[in-house]
């Protein structure tokens, strides 16, 4: 694909934005019946978060396969990271406080890797609306991206806060990407195999 | 079509969602900084209960529960505002949801310490008689309270359409906004839900009069029973067969108490007034609202300096004997019998003072062994408040309930039982303005100090409710048979209400028995 602006159709607008609507009204709903609505709403945001980010990263990989799959990368990408910035305005503004708050409350490393996960991931978000071709720079910052919220996301979910939910989301998300980049490296394998087959020809 | 409609839909639902919180914050009021007395007087210290119109119309639904009118006020011994219009003292109305303190359309009635802590002396049912903040409210019997509510409660009759419609009769204002009626619909499903989950561990509450009874609810006036809610939330035990009842505390000068409650057992003045409020209600998520917990430590600065009045000012009218004054500080000073005390077994004379201290010039000046927690066993008062089942496993866990950097996480060793000490006793403790901290003992259960110095027998048989102030044995009366303001039948044989022990300077009786010394230490006991 030359131009990275396709046109996007309402049932793939649908099938992304209903998932993200849902999950964001439930994390922003469901606290009301808990016992602290401020910490249940930036818990569940970050849940609704590494949900959309399952079908997010599992198609990075195939996002030049098709318009369609790139449509659906684009938008879960695009709509994960919405849902995070409910998140980042909860924990932030929210819990901590402000920014001051925030560093003093979680400490330089976490929050300053907090922070530029939220600045590097809306970069690239920009980006993928507003660059119409893919450079190689772009290719490679994007793929940066990625790895980083990727990595961030398994680490949280796994190691810093493994509650049994949290868990199921790291574990899910973890596989879901291992899977696809498994299944990408055969794809692109027979693709090789392929076209060396076609050139001895 | 049917993905228009669709989105349609659940852009709708996102947008309600995302304009909930927005409308939330509408509903609160800023953030009152208030000083030390207000927030004492009136600061919400975490304890909403209720919602507002649901308090103002459940007398009018539930007479058997709480009496006609606002009779309840006095039923259950809430001290009546100067203003006629407004709440019971100490009932604090605030736009927090109970336990989240969540914000809410529908303002919620709580307690400010005053509830609790304040009195009348005088009590003549003239409501322009003061206040006194510090002392236990003598005729406050809350769990009463808190058992009636209940059962009204949870009484299915109960619908929010009959609250609003009361509602509407009895104040003759506007109806309940949708807002608020889903916020009641919603407070009285989870009060149910709670109230129903508990019904297999703690059982049905009882009502009508039979909560006022101390068959059913033993605690009585002014006494709470201070670990049941802490058993209960901080062990998930039942905690219904502890006979722990403990007299609200007196909270006047607490600079001069480095441990405080009647067994020393909390020593940071901020995490007492925590605890405090946790146990009346408060919620470790509610208590780190800044508004709350700015509240609840500003309460506790009014309690570091607070006074109480003297016996002079109370009764102006009843002259003290000077010279009685005089040879009963002598004995106050200077009587007592040899103890040893201490892990060095140290003979220590068990004056007055030595245990208690006394004032001069306006300074109370510490006795050797104020500030010592003395064993039940050589105290002799009632053992129950140190020795209950789950007296050494409490101060593990409350410390560990309260997570890191909560406003009021407590270091271990300011718990006891644990590392500062293990002493299961009673600490000796600063008795300023001795005359208002009626009635006397942990548990409540002496009433006057004419009988706590043993200069009078002690009386096995109580009858608690609206005691009147006697100002000659210095502290409640009570009739020698129930009436309908002395209802409560106080039996010190009972487990937990024992009145024995402290047997200071002597027994009742006792060959160094001496009334005349004993009239004159009373005189002086006055004068604190």
């Not at chain 2, 016996?311 to 010279?323: N, S, T």
């Not at chain 2, 002598?330 to 030595?354: E, F, H, R, W």
């Not at chain 2, 500062?420 to 008795?431: D, L, Q, R, V, W």
């Amino acid at each position: 694909m030359n131009s990275r602006h396709t046109r996007i159709s309402f049932t793939e607008f649908t099938n992304t934005y209903v998932p993200f609507a849902l999950l964001i009204a439930l994390a922003l709903l469901v606290p009301e019946t808990t016992q602290n609505l401020d910490r249940y709403r930036t818990i569940f945001t970050i849940w609704a978060t590494t949900i959309l980010l399952i079908p997010a990263l599992s198609l990075y990989l195939f996002s030049d396969a098709s318009v369609a799959v790139y449509n659906y990368w684009h938008l879960f990408w695009t709509f994960s990271y919405v849902a995070f910035l409910f998140h980042f305005y909860w924990a932030v503004f929210v819990i901590f406080k402000g920014v001051h708050g925030t560093f003093a409350g979680q400490g330089n490393l976490i929050a300053g890797t907090n922070f530029l996960l939220t600045a590097w991931w809306g970069t690239d978000v920009v980006l993928s609306w507003l660059v119409a071709s893919c450079p190689t720079w772009l290719r490679w910052e994007r793929a940066g991206a990625t790895l980083f919220v990727f990595s961030i996301f398994a680490i949280t979910t796994l190691v810093l806060r493994p509650t049994p939910i949290t868990k199921a989301l790291g574990l899910t998300l973890t596989i879901a990407v291992a899977l696809s980049f498994a299944i990408w490296l055969i794809v692109r394998e027979s693709s090789s195999v392929a076209s060396e087959l076609r050139n001895t020809r | 079509m049917f993905q228009i409609v669709l989105v349609t839909a659940v852009s709708l639902l996102l947008a309600f969602a995302v304009a909930l919180p927005i409308l939330e914050r509408s509903w609160m009021t800023a953030d009152e900084h208030l000083d030390p007395k207000d927030a004492f007087f009136r600061g919400s210290i975490g304890t909403e209960l209720i919602p507002l119109p649901v308090l103002q119309v459940l007398p009018d639904l539930f007479p058997e529960d709480f009496g006609s009118g606002d009779s309840w006020i006095d039923r259950f011994g809430f001290l009546r505002s100067s203003d006629p219009s407004e709440l019971p003292v100490g009932f604090t109305v605030s736009h927090h949801r109970p336990q989240s303190g969540a914000p809410s359309p529908v303002p919620f009635v709580g307690f400010s310490c005053v509830l609790c802590h304040s009195t009348r002396i005088r009590d003549t049912g003239n409501q322009a008689e003061p206040i006194v903040p510090g002392p236990g409210n003598s005729s406050l019997n809350l769990f009463a309270w808190i058992d009636s509510l209940q059962k009204a409660i949870g009484d299915e009759r109960l619908t929010v359409k009959k609250i609003s419609d009361t509602y509407m009769q009895k104040t003759g204002r506007q109806p309940l906004t949708l807002s608020q009626r889903v916020m009641i619909g919603l407070w009285l499903r989870g009060f149910r839900k709670t109230l129903a989950e508990g019904f297999s561990k703690y059982d049905e509450p009882f009502g009508g009069d039979l909560s006022l009874t101390p068959e059913c609810v033993p605690t009585g006036p002014d006494r709470t029973q201070p670990f049941r809610t802490i058993v209960r939330r901080v062990l998930d035990r039942p905690g219904t067969s502890m006979s722990v009842y403990t007299k609200v505390g007196t909270v006047y000068q607490e600079q001069l108490r480095e441990w405080s409650q009647f067994d020393g057992s909390i020593r940071d003045l901020n995490a007492r007034s925590a605890l405090a409020a946790f146990a009346a209600g408060a919620t470790v998520d509610n208590l780190a609202i800044p508004e709350i917990a700015g509240n609840v430590r500003q309460a506790s600065e009014y309690t570091r300096t607070l006074r109480g009045p003297t016996y002079a000012q109370v009764f102006p009218e009843r002259p003290l004997d000077a010279e009685k004054v005089r040879r009963g500080k002598a004995i106050y000073m200077g009587t007592g019998p040899y103890a040893s005390v201490g892990v060095n077994g140290k003979q220590v004379k068990l004056t007055c003072d030595a245990c208690h201290g006394h004032p001069e010039n306006g300074v109370w000046i510490a006795g050797e062994l104020q500030g010592a927690v003395v064993p039940w066993e050589q105290i002799k008062t009632d053992p129950e408040r140190v020795t209950y089942r789950y007296y050494d496993r409490i101060p593990d866990r409350l410390a560990a309930f309260f997570p890191a950097k909560h406003p009021f996480e407590f270091k271990r060793e300011d718990l006891r039982p644990g590392p500062t000490g293990s002493t299961k006793g009673y600490i000796n403790a600063p008795i300023d303005s001795a005359f208002t901290r009626v009635p006397y003992f942990h548990n409540a259960t002496v009433l006057t100090l004419a009988e706590l110095i043993n200069l009078k027998p002690r009386r096995a048989i109580l009858y608690r409710g609206r005691n009147s102030y006697d100002p000659v044995d210095v502290g409640l009366s009570s009739p020698d048979s129930p009436d309908a303001t002395h209802y409560f039948r106080l039996d010190t044989s009972l487990k937990g209400n024992s009145n024995k022990g402290h047997d200071y300077p002597w027994p009742y009786g006792s060959p160094n028995w001496n009334k005349q010394q004993l009239e004159d230490l009373l005189e002086y006991l006055k004068t604190l």
